[in-house]
């Protein structure tokens, strides 16, 4: 016997891997924009180099298991991973440097963990990570937002030839966090941080704009169904009481949270990083807690801690609790007890 099925309930949610990705690459372009804006070539040499080392680390990797190259290359995942490893990278990062941190973000941090779903760390993280240690002069080699900044020839000659940014006399610069750490290091006051959104303070003002942008990108995300919200709000959350409570405590020698909050990657980093579905974690609960434990450890690291930064390591840690989380937040099955 048949059955009519027109008046079905089925709804067919378009969630498919590809869309969510490129829903996300969309909502990163504001912020790039105002990166490159502010920063010039060099945001684009990085994304460009990036994505093409990612995805061309993919597809080796990819041919060797036997895998369909379009199949998996069409995600866009390793477009994500190479597009968000280039805004963590300082401008105009040589493109050696683009390639180590994208083997390691590709190669070891996914697919020797069996690929996209199997991953227990943020790829783009453990690249960005790599490099720093690694190569701490070169992962500090910040160009300031200069007007104008450095020509496209000596852009180019920086990525591919080999010449220091650093030996450039006006480019580069310290970023704004690089700068409160000195300060509480030389034992000087960081009130001058501390006084709320002045964009602008230390040459900041390109990363700050770019944090406003990606903040709107991550709410569009939130109002299409891309990401959940839990993550960024207890993330944001987490920074701003923690900050807020320090700053309370002695607002001379602790920055503000509005400073934390728009400085560095803290806004890429909630919206588009920590929201990672493979390392983060999924239950409700559970993703307040990841997000709140990211925005402690972020400021920990950044008040405490030898990095100036502290996103990417907050994240890496946090991807090792995910589990533990998960186990102990998991919702109660329908029908069972509070036991089962």
């Known amino acids: ?13 378009d969630t498919s891997v590809p869309l969510i990705m490129r829903r996300l690459l969309l909502a990163l372009v504001p912020g790039t924009l105002a990166l490159f804006w502010f920063f010039g070539v060099g945001v684009v040499t990085n994304v460009l180099l990036a994505v093409a080392f990612c995805v061309g680390a993919e597809a080796a990797i990819l041919a060797l298991r036997g895998h369909s190259l379009r199949l998996f290359l069409g ?35 996914k697919q020797l963990y069996g690929g996209l779903g199997y991953n227990p760390f943020n790829p783009a993280m453990v690249g960005y990570v790599v490099a720093l240690i690694s190569f701490p002069v070169d992962m500090t080699s910040w ?7 450095p020509s496209l020839i000596t852009s180019l000659a920086v990525v591919f030839g080999g010449d220091s940014l650093g030996q450039l006399d006006g480019v580069t610069a310290a970023t704004a966090l690089d700068a409160a750490k000195t300060q509480v290091a030389l034992g000087r006051m960081v009130s001058e941080f501390s006084d709320g959104p002045a964009f602008g ?15 709107a990108g991550g709410v569009w995300m939130i109002s299409q169904g891309v990401t959940n ?38 806004m890429l980093g909630a919206f588009f990083i920590a929201t990672d579905p493979v390392s983060a974690s999924t239950t409700p609960r559970g993703r307040l807690v990841f997000g709140a434990g990211i925005g402690i450890l972020v400021y920990i690291i950044r008040t405490w801690g030898g990095y100036p930064d502290g996103v990417a390591f907050a994240v890496l ?8 989380i998960d186990h102990y937040t998991r919702p109660r099955v329908y029908g069972h007890g509070a036991e089962g």
């Open 75 to 109: 995600d866009s995942s390793a477009i994500v991973t190479g597009w968000l490893l280039a805004l963590a990278l300082p401008p105009l990062s040589p493109w050696w440097l683009i390639l180590v941190a994208s083997f390691f973000a590709i190669v070891v941090a």
């Open 143 to 149: 160009i300031s937002a200069t007007d104008p900044g």
């Open 201 to 215: 303070l230390l040459g900041a003002v390109g990363t700050e704009w770019a944090a406003v942008l990606f903040l």
């Open 317 to 324: 840690l946090m991807n090792l609790m995910a589990p533990t």
């Open 229 to 266: 919200w839990q993550i960024p709000v207890s993330t944001l959350g987490g920074l701003f009481v923690i900050a807020f409570f320090f700053w309370l405590l002695d607002s001379e020698v602790f920055a503000s949270p509005v400073f934390h909050l728009f400085s560095g990657g803290t």
């Open 1 to 13: 016997m048949r059955f009519s099925t027109e008046s079905s309930p089925h709804i067919a949610l």
